[in-house]
């Protein structure tokens, strides 16, 4: 019997931090010790490129986010990691579903829809700066879950609709050229808490509230303590409920640790002992990955030949794969 194919792929934009640990990464490397699947994890560094054009920063993110998912334990004995750019057959299949995905599927895509609704919000003219790559964004991403024939894809809520449209474009293509396409799933894990920043909103970049992932000991102390919590003094009972503090040392707990520091707020613990707990229990958690981690930022090429055993499994499948689908849409030798 073949295992289930899960696959998700991580953009190379930006420095990964609490949220994305806490959120994606750290469920994705457990499930990638498990026998029951076989794991697909890949750098979307095409996708990174709709959003930036810092040639540095894309090269830069990419070997942060690599080394950050090996340095934290993925197993890529099981798991196969690549880069997307790594192979070329996504592209291929990249181009075979944009000619026949409908244009008014990708209008109705809420990225490109909120770009339009900027610009007509601020008068501008409604293409104003949007890039075929924004408009085409859900094309690639349907090519990187269909060359895999990915059955489940663990993503953040706001990739739902990508998923949809992903069905609907295998289907599209399953209907002109018989079946080739399984039809994949979100899995959306509503258990993994959104982790709130240090202002209590989401922690997210575009808020300026992040705790980066691998800031040395004292800093990430010092972002810690940042987060903010209110007057009350030590003493006086304090909620869980709605305090970012609590919300993050939770992430990180177990259950009796968490019911533990239920208590001590119901107590009137101090804020700043509260602190000092949530970043020695962070700090001991990354501690022993933060090492690894340094010795593989300082080390790329050790980076750079984990991603290329990777692309080659990776093409094991997706080379005769689009071998496969050149020929179904009529793209052969001629004799
Ligand atoms: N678009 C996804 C994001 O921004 C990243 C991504 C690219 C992805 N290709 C994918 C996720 C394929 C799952 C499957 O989060």
Same mark, same amino acid.
């Given at each position: ?177 018989? +079946? ?5 799933? /979100?899995?959306?894990?509503?258990? !993994? $808490?959104?982790?709130?920043? =240090?202002?209590? #909103? ?101 980076? +750079? ?5 990777? /692309?080659?499994?990776?093409?094991? !499948? $997706?080379?005769?794969?689009? =071998?496969?689908? #050149? ?9």
């Amino acid at each position: 019997m073949s295992k289930r194919t899960v696959l998700t792929g991580i953009t190379t934009t930006g420095t990964p931090h609490l949220g994305n640990y806490v959120g994606a990464i750290k469920p994705a490397i457990q499930a990638s010790h498990g026998d029951t699947v076989q794991s697909f994890y890949f750098l979307a560094d095409y996708h990174a490129l709709i959003k930036c054009r810092d040639p540095e920063v894309v090269q830069q993110s990419t070997l942060e986010i690599a080394a950050t998912w090996l340095a934290l334990g993925l197993d890529t004995g099981k798991a196969i990691f690549y880069r997307q750019s790594d192979i070329p057959e996504i592209s291929e299949l990249t181009w075979l579903l944009t000619c026949i995905t409908a244009k008014g599927l990708m209008n109705r895509a809420h990225a490109y829809k909120a770009a339009v609704q900027d610009n007509i919000a601020s008068g501008e003219d409604e293409d104003f700066a949007i890039a075929m790559g924004l408009f085409s964004y859900p094309i690639l991403m349907a090519a990187d879950i269909l060359m895999f024939n990915a059955n489940n894809v663990p993503v953040g809520r706001d990739q739902v609709q990508h998923l949809e449209m992903s069905r609907d474009i295998a289907q599209r293509f399953n209907h002109h050229f018989g +079946e080739h396409f399984v039809l994949p799933e /979100a899995v959306v894990d509503d258990n !993994v $808490a959104l982790l709130p920043g =240090q202002d209590g #909103r989401k922690m997210s970049k575009s808020y300026n509230n992040t705790i980066p992932l691998w800031l040395p000991e004292k800093a990430l102390r010092k972002s810690i303590m940042k987060i903010v919590t209110n007057s009350l003094v030590p003493g006086e009972p304090k909620q869980t409920e709605g305090s970012a503090l609590f919300a993050i040392y939770s992430a990180f707990a177990s259950s009796e640790q968490r019911d533990a520091m239920k208590q001590a707020f119901a107590d009137g613990i101090g804020w700043g002992d509260a602190k000092q707990q949530c970043f020695e229990m962070i700090n001991s958690e990354l501690a022993p990955a933060r090492a690894l981690y340094d010795d593989l930022i300082a080390d790329p090429a050790k980076i +750079e030949t984990c991603l290329q055993q990777g /692309a080659e499994r990776a093409r094991e !499948v $997706a080379v005769p794969f689009m =071998q496969r689908l #050149r020929a179904a849409v009529g793209i052969r030798p001629l004799a």
